[in-house]
């Protein structure tokens, strides 16, 4: 849609039947671009002709359609075509919420079927407490699921999931994923330098820190290293100074803590770490700290 601005100019008066003879007032039409439609997806949608809602402008329109939950695009697009060109593209849809600047509030669930292993994104939007799929990870059929780890970034709208074991012959993977809400699809990222399952992950100042984990060999790593979401580059950090594959972590005061997680009881103390990535140094954990982890 646009919108179109009048201004009167005043022009000079002529006699009847002068070659030089305008009009007064003169109009001058100028074209201002609405902020709510870019140019490619309002051509597109003016191609059908009737309003995206009768009686409305389509600005205001495409405003009350973004916000319709994911769980009804599927009845809803067969409105119309027009209803049907907006809504029957995820990635257009999500974009346009993007950059109108609506929020997302999406809580992830990693669920599997417990026989066949078989691996299933569920989505429970927070704002009209609504479920929903996401399309499946492009990764092998016969995985672990507990081997994965996953962490977001809620700003950008994106999920990581990075690791994992393949089931049948218990080895790790050095694979990451990454989902987008606003593409509605997963890409496949530079791999992890080390691959590992059952390790520690977390997003500290937007990086994604990894450590410990059982190697190919299934004996525990001491490495670690950090993911730049924006570069897509992996590189190395400081070794944790003990091989130890990780049940639960958690972020406190900008530092990375990791512990075995042992089940409760505790028949002997878990071992922990804390990461500083100020200063790029491990230091163990305080005993009373790591005996107040329940683990998996």
Known sequence: MQRVRFSSQKAPVHKLGDSQMTLSPKFRVAVIQSSLLNPSLEFELSLQGEPLIPGLPDDVALNCLLRLPVENHGACRVVCKRWHLLLGNKERFFTRRKELGFKDPWLFVFAFHKCTGKIQWQVLDLTHFSWHTIPAMPCKDKVCPHGFRCVSIPREGSLFVC???????????????????????????????????????????????VAGGNSGDLFELDSAEVLDPEKGNWHSIASMGTNMASYDSAVLNGKLLVTEGWLWPFFVSPRGQVYDPRTNNWESMAVGLREGWTGS
Not at 184 to 197: D, E, H, L, Q
């Open 163 to 209: 690791g994992g074991m393949v089931s049948d012959v218990d080895c790790p993977l050095d694979l990451v994923l990454k989902y987008e809400i606003h593409k509605n699809r997963w890409t496949v990222m530079n791999k992890m330098n080390t691959a590992r399952s059952f390790f520690a992950s977390e997003v500290i100042n937007g990086m994604i820190y």
